[in-house]
């Protein structure tokens, strides 16, 4: 049996490599891409400490969390599908209208 | 031993998958590592004996969400677009934050995270799963429906373009 603490590093991993891709991306589609990276990395640390505990409940909250990625993944692609008519981009830097 | 080496292969795949991803300049290219990370993650579920959710990782992400993230990359012809660099004091400040961040994560899970495993076989199969699912957790199950009711009323306004209401 593969150790709990080397699925939750992977998941340290996978996480922080997402961070970057959104702190340092302007692409709308990629920084979405690397949220979903993170989504996947929380997913894996949910199912690490379900199987360490025995317990179900972090199996049912990856269920849950996969439908509320699709949700997301929906209504932002939409978002992005409008942005890319109004501006002909969707670099995120021109969507500054509720800037500060 | 065996299940140590594909331990291995597959988080170097995700790894190394995930780094083409936030690296790559070409978002078809980004969007098909993505692909393949999430098959190496569903490797990993089954690994974790959740072989159920691993199913529908693959179903659902590698299948569903990254066809509609492909679909809309085609649909707006992204891959001929040119995407400017960002300020390199972001882009020094978002690689040293991301890597001073995950450097503090793996050291403090490998050095706080141990823990006592409860004796016991785990089942985590599709019955267990629909039983819990359909008795504790019938509400959220319920309440998750409705979100994406919402999220399908909600994509299609968004992406809308001139239809004015009557």
Request: aromatic share 14%; hydrophobic share 65%; charged share 10%.
């Amino acid at each position: 049996m593969i150790p709990t603490q080397w699925f939750l590093i992977l998941s340290a991993i996978l996480f922080a490599i997402g961070v970057c891709g959104v702190l340092t991306r302007k692409n709308g589609i990629t920084i979405f891409m690397s949220i979903e990276l993170m989504v996947n990395a929380v997913n894996l640390t949910f199912l690490a400490y379900a199987r360490q505990f025995h317990q179900l409940h972090g199996l049912i909250f990856v269920f849950f969390v996969m439908a509320i990625a699709a949700a997301e993944a929906a209504v932002g692609l939409a978002i992005f599908i409008s942005l890319f008519h109004h501006r002909e981009t969707i670099d995120v830097d021109e969507a500054n209208l509720m800037r500060w | 031993m065996i299940e140590y080496a594909v331990f291995f292969f597959f988080a170097a795949v995700a790894v190394i998958f995930a780094f083409v991803v936030i690296l790559h300049r070409n978002t078809v290219v980004s969007a098909l590592s993505l692909v393949a990370s999430l098959f190496a993650l569903a490797v990993m579920y089954v690994l974790l004996e959740a072989p159920f959710l691993a199913a529908l990782q693959v179903i659902i992400y590698a299948g569903a969400i990254m066809v509609l993230f492909l679909f809309v990359i085609m649909l707006l012809n992204l891959q001929k677009m040119r995407e400017e660099p960002t300020r390199p004091i972001q882009q020094f400040l978002g690689y040293a934050g991301s890597a001073a961040f995950g450097i503090a994560l793996v050291y403090y899970i490998s050095k706080y995270a141990v823990m006592q495993s409860p004796v016991g076989p785990f089942i985590a199969d599709a019955r267990t799963i629909g039983i819990t699912l359909f008795e504790a957790y019938i509400f959220p199950f319920e309440m998750v429906s409705i979100l994406l009711l919402a999220a399908i009323v909600g994509a299609l306004v968004l992406s809308a373009r001139g239809v004015q209401s009557s």
